[in-house]
């Protein structure tokens, strides 16, 4: 079964400037998670306030900006990406970014259109 790896980044003071934040994210993290044995790719999600009801929803500090997502083929190769991670830069910034990020680790159960009808 494939697993996803997920960051979601709140809104902080490191995080407010989206468009720095996202190219920072493009360039600095995104290449060097690449290269952890196990990762098959990564995904990056802007989130955008959306509502039915109310279309012009104004950010919520307390709400999330971005979602990045590692995924892995196997329990197997996260736990190769686990045991062989050592990549320092990468995990300082983990821990610079506590205050604003919130990690999950789940199982993915896909479901396709084909496969159900």
Known sequence: MKLKFTMLFRYHEETKDTDAFANYLRTQIIPNILKI????????????PFS?????????????????????ESDEAFQQAVSSFNDSFLVEEMI???DYID????YIEPFYKEEMY
Do not use: W
């Open 103 to 106: 990690l999950y680790l789940s």
């Open 37 to 48: 044995k196990g990762i098959s790719h990564v995904e990056l999600c802007h989130f955008v």
């Open 52 to 72: 039915f009801i109310s279309p012009n929803v104004e950010l919520d500090e307390t709400k999330y900006l971005f979602q990045l997502d590692m995924y892995y």
């Open 96 to 98: 610079r970014a506590g």
